[in-house]
Nanobody
Framework: QVQFVESGGGLVQPGGSLRLSCAAS????????IGWFRQALGKEREGVSC????????YYADSVKGRFTISRDNAKNTVYLQMNSLKPEDTGVYYC???????WGPGTQVTVSS
């Protein structure tokens, strides 16, 4: 059974940093592209960043480019999202997801506020 468990969210002041982790299970991470998505209250879920398989090609939404960095540790079946220079508009629930599968995790809440 494919599962994702996100962690690392919290409350941070504008300009601060957080590192999100996503532990994947039920499949071998290095064979699949995987990404981070977020959903703000009252808004649709949007893609934030994704990373390809072993080649490691990355994609970032314009709104986070230069501030967020996605990485993966295939040995730990874990994907990370380093978030720097956080802004209030980054607030939302963050999810990791591999498009090849239907499963979504519970997400982790990120709140950027002074």
């Amino acid at each position: 059974q494919v599962q994702f468990v996100e962690s690392g969210g919290g409350l941070v002041q504008p300009g601060g940093s957080l590192r999100l982790s996503c532990a994947a299970s039920g499949f071998t991470l290095d064979y699949y592209a995987i990404g981070w998505f977020r959903q703000a209250l009252g808004k649709e879920r949007e893609g934030v960043s994704c990373i390809s398989t072993s080649v490691g090609i990355t994609y970032y939404a314009d709104s986070v480019k230069g501030r967020f960095t996605i990485s993966r540790d295939n040995a730990k079946n874990t994907v990370y999202l380093q978030m720097n220079s956080l802004k209030p508009e980054d607030t939302g629930v963050y999810y990791c997801h591999a498009p090849r599968f239907d499963s979504w995790g519970p997400g982790t809440q990120v709140t950027v506020s002074s």
